[in-house]
């Protein structure tokens, strides 16, 4: 059965990747929020942020780049979702095709989704006056932070996508991962908020990613945000995984 | 026993938590034959299908397909079966084309445009091939569904409610491609609320009822059950759908061009 697991996956995946290639509407919409924020806080609030040398696009650009992917990733549990109440799902799993296929075909389009999408919002931050300096090894460790970060995304979104009972119900659990970045350094510096909440602030997964991305295209000394930033995407990615899977598997016998 | 039952099952005990489903269900069906399943709502008979196609686990019981055993040979049963549910199972945002083509790349096979294009013409969709399925009338779907069901050849199809939320037509249409089926030597289990449905087309009839199979035998051996036949002289008048059939023409399929749909529907089992 695993002999088929690769060709079986990139089958599927060519699926879902029409649904995506077909309502282009999708990775819009997903573009479409953040890109509006990115222009609300540049050109209405952002004259009044003090938030270090350059540009404030270029100060902006990483935390809105994590806002697009915790919208484009609700599309993924919509796609589930939509699967699992279509019978299709039951079909493929009757079929005698390496069962794991099935997830990893909705991953691997989340990926790609999500990755356009984040081209998309970094050519309008290109025309909003974002510029780095950074050469290509840093773009790569940017990428791959962003790679690791829609793949942890996406697992967690996995669960809501086979667990939901309402297509409501599948993407509403990504409002909270679009507001996280609002309580962290991604629009202004965590030192002008009070204890708690800078506490708060400081500690959790954003601050870290968002440092670690902005030294990266400013050619910044990274320190330690970036081991901190891989530890969070890592951690969430295998937690989501393992549990995504036993909801499969529990969803499959 | 192995060479001529298709489908084997024996004792077989299904709940959902603390609400039992089935109670113990026997039932064993030949080699080749239509074996209908008969149930109201809620009797278990999607249960059964889901057991016997992989997609469940009885709690106790043995069901086995095509001589393996669903529960320990599951990958060799998915590979002799083929499952038609109760909601047509296809990709809506594709084309009728490129929904057979990705059933017979996942079912492994050469040449799946050659099949695809084989398929669209004996279920009369060729003209509608590469529209997007979301376009296709409930007949359609349906066929196109059951074509789907049928790449690679499966020696067992499970047709879970083929025709629940069909026009007359659409059953008609239906019940061709079942007959077709089967005088092509596939073992076709049927499940259906519809008691005509059964009557027409299955070799064999078993009644689930209270979750267990109450009755089992062939159409005559059931209405040998009951009260012995009398002979009454009633004017026989025409049915509602007698009168539909024959103002709407029943030969029509909807998305393809006239001249054509009528001699495709008829040159299906041969």
Known sequence: MTTHFFGDTAVLTGRSLKHVTRSLDTIMTTALTPIAMMLLFVYVLGGAIK?????????????????????????????????????????????????????????????????????????????????????????????????????????LAVIPGLTAKTIDGASAFSYPLIFLPFVSSA??????????????AENQPVTSIVNAIRALLTEQPIGSDIWVALGWCVGILVVAYVFAMITYRRKIS | MTTNTAIHVQGLEKSYGKVAVLHGVDFDVARGSIFALLGSNGAGKTTIVKILSTLLKADTGTASVNGFDAATQAADVRQSISLTGQFAAVDEILSGRENLILVAQLRHLKSPGTIADELLTRFALTDAATRRVSTYSGGMRRRLDIAMSLIGNPPVIFLDEPTTGLDPQGRLEVWDAVKALAQGGTTVLLTTQYLDEAEQLADQIAILHGGRIIVNGTLAELKALLPAAKVEYVEKQPTLEDVFLAIVGDTGIEGTAGDSAGTDRTGTDD
């Not at chain 1, 629009?187 to 708060?200: C, H, I, K, N, S």
């Open chain 1, 187 to 200: 629009f202004v510096p965590t030192a002008t908020m009070p204890g708690p909440v800078r506490w708060f």
């Open chain 1, 51 to 155: 938030a270090g040398p350059g540009p404030y696009v270029t100060y902006l650009l990483p935390g809105i780049l994590l806002i697009t992917i915790a919208s484009g990733i609700a599309y993924t549990a919509y796609r589930l979702f939509l699967d699992l109440q279509g019978g299709i799902f039951e079909r493929f799993n009757s079929m005698p095709i390496a069962r794991s296929s099935v997830l990893w075909a909705h991953v691997l389009t989340s990926l790609v989704a999500n990755l356009i999408s984040l081209v998309v919002v970094v050519l309008v931050a290109l025309v909003m006056g974002f510029r780095s300096s950074a050469g290509l090894l840093s773009w790569l460790a940017v990428a791959g932070i962003l790679v690791l970060f829609i793949l942890a995304l996406t697992w």
